[in-house]
């Protein structure tokens, strides 16, 4: 299973984007799914995670209330979305997808929880 991001740019102060991340391959499971992001000098946190039924959702304390996670299942694909409004520039960073293949549910925001990572993709939010 492969994960792979896209959506990232430069965006300006209170301006809006929305992040994909597509989970593909051979051997696609039930599991939950999050963002995580990773600012210059700084430890990676929790954006946001879901459920693989899409029926629980979990968000970061920093983007609680302007941001929206979501997600497609298929056969062959599993899409999650973030959609991220009002971004200010302590939103700049690495923004990671990541994949709890142990759990459909959401089990928590810690980094060992995920045992499948993408490339990252790169959000700058600046004028």
């Known amino acids: 299973v492969q994960l792979s991001e896209s959506g990232g740019g430069l965006v300006q102060p209170g301006g809006s984007l929305r992040l994909s991340c597509a989970a593909s391959?051979?051997?696609?499971?039930?599991?939950?799914m999050g963002w995580f992001r990773q600012a210059p000098g700084k430890e990676r946190e929790i954006v946001a995670a879901?459920?693989?039924?899409?029926?629980?959702?979990?968000?970061g304390r920093s983007v609680k209330g302007r941001s929206t996670i979501s997600r497609s299942n298929t056969n062959t694909k599993n899409t999650i979305y973030l959609q991220m409004n009002n971004l200010q520039s302590d939103d700049t960073g690495v923004y990671y997808c990541?994949?709890?293949?142990?759990?459909?549910?959401?089990?928590?925001?810690?980094?060992?929880?995920?045992?499948?990572w993408g490339q990252g993709t790169q959000v700058t939010v600046s004028s």
């Open positions: 990541a994949a709890d293949q142990d759990s459909e549910m959401v089990r928590g925001e810690r980094m060992w929880m995920y045992d499948l």
């Open positions: 391959g051979r051997a696609l499971g039930h599991y939950a």
């Open positions: 879901i459920s693989w039924d899409g029926t629980m959702t979990y968000y």
